[in-house]
C-alpha cells in the first residue's frame, strides 16, 4: 500500500477525519458481535473495580496481565 500525501490542514476546517481499522469495517464489527452474542462468546479479561487502579497498572505494567484488563465503576460503593 503506497503512502498518501496530502495535508492535515485540509480536513479540520471541514471538520473531517481519517481512521482506519485492522480488524475490519463497522458493519464486520457489527457482524462478529451479534455472532459472539448469539453463541454466547465471552472476552477473557481481568476485572478490577476502579479503587483499584493502582494495582490494576502495576499488573499491566508487570506483564502479569492476561488479555485485556477492564475497570469497573465502583464510584457508588465509595466513601465520600
Do not use: N, T, W
Not at 503512502?3 to 464486520?28: K, W
Not at 457489527?30 to 455472532?35: I, S
Not at 488479555?67 to 460503593?77: C, E, G, N, T
Amino acid at each position: 500500500c503506497a503512502p498518501i500525501g496530502f495535508s492535515p490542514d485540509l480536513l479540520m476546517p471541514a471538520g473531517a477525519q481519517v481512521s482506519s481499522s485492522a480488524i475490519g469495517s463497522p458493519g464486520a464489527m457489527l457482524d462478529m458481535l451479534a455472532f459472539a452474542a448469539r453463541h454466547r462468546i465471552l472476552p477473557d479479561i481481568e476485572a478490577f473495580p476502579m479503587s483499584r487502579i493502582a494495582d490494576a497498572f502495576e499488573r499491566l505494567a508487570s506483564g502479569a496481565a492476561r488479555y485485556r484488563i477492564v475497570l469497573q465503576s465502583d464510584f457508588a460503593s465509595m466513601p465520600a
